[in-house]
């Protein structure tokens, strides 16, 4: 169904259409200049040696288990609350995803409860910034440090985000990112990975491409590889997209603002932090939390109402450790994380996106207003 005011919308300029024909015009549709350039850009954006572009954050995911060399017999520890890829990607490269609860109010990984989850099979832990809001990096690398495991930060939802003044993406061991178009940036569809590592880089490099090594010629592939590349389409899109990041940012900051004002005299309606100590949000998505008074239905009940007024929301996020494709992993519908189903019943995702003008964010409130018994 199309809605009056959709979830999420991309920005797209005359810029981007420009950039993207220019390839058309060439002969060049895949693995040429805009591919490196896209790379070096988003290196340099994080101040990194290398990025890896790939087809998606899915794909980035599963290459960066794959070149830690996690696979069967091995544990990666992962959110439930958060979107079902994280913990997909560990069971593509037959490792086994142990869930982990979360901070209440960052609703990212609580290092107590990843520390409760290790155990002697435990490789790495994945650690996303949901939201866009930074994980408490210090509490969760002593952790790992500690234990010795291999760290993969998903930054899916949270390009130009900061912890301690440090873009997020840069903490771990590899770092992986989406451009889907609901992202903050999108390439269509498209992911990229972040490493120090050159060897790390190019085994990525030659895992997107069909196994084949910087050595090889076209048809000879030195190990088991796969087609995740990024065309010279979606790279000449991205090129501009991170060219307009701050400013994208910027206008994300002042929806989030808006929503903030308005929704600051709803008792029932918990705002996420505009901003937290020694971290800089990148605004993914607007997500409200009805309080504790306030059950499942309840939330539901509020999604249906804005649906009838062609308003889009959306469950942000069903735990994965419930969903039917996990019915059959031992251990895991049956996982205890209290805090991620008590958050999960009451979350509701709100239109978000760069252009929602302050007269469709006072209609989207006013019509939670009126669905919660407030006077609007
Ligand atoms: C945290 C997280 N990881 C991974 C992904 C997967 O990205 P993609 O949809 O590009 O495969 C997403 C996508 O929404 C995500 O939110």
Known sequence: MSYRIPLS??????????????????????????????EQVFASFHNMPYAVAVSSGTAALH???????????????????????????????GAT????????????????SVSAAITPRTKAVIVVHTFGVPADMDALLSVTRHHHLAVIEDACEAIGAAYNEQLVGTFADISTFAFYPNKQMTTGEGGMLLTRDAGIADRLRALRNQGRYATDDWLQHSELGYNYRLSELACALGVEQVRRLPSM??????VAA?????????????????????????????????????????RDQLMASLKRQGIASGRYF???????????????????????????????????????????????????????????
Request: proline share 7%; net charge negative; glycine share 4%.
């Open 63 to 93: 290459l960066a288990l794959l070149a830690l060399n996690i696979g069967t017999g091995d544990e990666v520890i992962v959110p439930s609350f958060t979107f079902i890829a994280v913990a997909n990607a560990v069971r593509y490269v």
């Open 9 to 38: 919308s991309p920005d797209i300029t005359e810029a981007e259409i420009a950039a993207v024909t220019a390839v058309l015009r060439t002969n060049t549709l895949s693995l040429g200049r805009k591919l490196d350039e896209f």
């Open 97 to 112: 995803p142990v869930f982990a609860d979360i901070d209440a109010d960052t609703l990212n990984l609580d290092a107590r």
């Open 249 to 254: 940012l910027a206008a994300r900051d002042e």
């Open 318 to 376: 069903a735990p994965i450790h419930l969903q039917p494709a996990y019915a059959d992993l031992p251990g895991a519908p049956t996982a205890r994380l209290d805090v991620t189903e008590m958050v999960a019943q009451r979350t509701l995702a709100l239109p978000f996106f760069n252009k929602l003008s302050p007269e469709q964010a006072a209609e989207v409130t006013n019509a939670i207003a009126g669905a919660l018994g407030y006077s609007a």
């Open 258 to 298: 808006a929503y903030d004002r308005l929704l600051c005299g709803m008792p029932n309606v918990q705002r996420p932090p505009l901003s937290l100590p020694n971290s800089r949000v990148s605004w993914f998505v607007y997500v409200i939390r009805l309080d504790a008074t306030c059950t499942s239905a309840d």
